[in-house]
């Protein structure tokens, strides 16, 4: 048995090396041609990939990163949420009133009142970048919303060049690069927000803030335009 399982397996490998050697001699150029398509083909192949990755890596949307903090913890959380995520962003603000260790290090005047209720932004550790918001007096959690209402009214102002703008808090972790990649294909001139739907406390639900929810441009547009013509028609809940 084994000896007629060498005998025809010997026969298959001298059949198959001779139809190769017969295929090399007669039709050589035959083979030339078939490998110079091959190699145009890769090339186009080649190209096409390079056009499609480019393409998509340009329309990649703008995001800005909104994310609450507070001067009890930004020491602690904004480097941590800055080295994880915050820093794919293509910019983006801590949001807290200007706490008092930093206040000496940017005022040459050594004033307590020059950064008081005003729209100042500020640097810690270079990197850290931060607004306190106008008008902003209390920073608590009773106070979080109008602490949102006021970081809507000055993003509108001073950054209203982005296509989508991320509202995170700091104890939250962000896939950035899935959140643009969902965003890529969404229209940010249509008044849209994307977020998951709280209704608990207000009838017909908002957004949850801890989770982060997404605003476009033209949201944003929107409600940072009436927030800056009149303040008064957003009570604060202490939901936003």
């Keep these: ?116 209720n005003k729209s100042i932004e500020f640097n810690y550790d270079e990197k850290l970048k931060f607004l306190q918001p106008a008008d902003l007096i209390h920073d608590s959690y009773e106070e979080l919303t109008s602490k949102v209402y006021h970081t809507l009214k000055d993003v509108y102002k001073r950054h209203n060049n982005f296509d989508w703008y991320l509202k995170a808090d700091d104890d939250t972790f962000i896939f950035v690069d899935n959140l643009k990649s969902f965003l890529n294909e969404k229209n940010s001139s249509m008044p849209i927000t994307y977020g998951y739907n709280f209704k608990v406390i207000v009838p017909n639900g908002y957004h949850s803030g801890g989770a982060g929810y997404v605003l476009s441009k033209e949201s944003l547009n929107r409600i940072g335009s009436k927030l800056s013509n009149d303040f008064k028609f957003c009570p604060n809940s202490g939901n936003f």
Excluded: Q
Aim: net charge positive.
């Design 1 to 116: 048995m084994n000896k007629y399982l060498r005998f025809f397996l010997s026969l298959f490998l001298f059949v198959i090396f001779s139809t190769l050697i017969s295929y090399h001699v007669i039709g050589d150029n035959k083979l030339a041609r078939i490998n110079e398509i091959a190699f145009i083909s890769e090339k186009i192949l080649l190209k096409k990939i390079i056009e499609t990755t480019t393409n998509t890596y340009k329309k990649l949307p703008k995001l800005f990163c909104i994310i609450l903090t507070s001067d009890k913890s930004y020491k602690k959380k904004a480097k941590i949420i800055y080295e994880s995520w915050a820093n794919k962003c293509d910019d983006y603000r801590f949001i807290t009133m200007v706490p008092n260790d930093i206040k000496s290090k940017i005022n040459n005047n050594n004033s307590t009142n020059e950064y008081k």
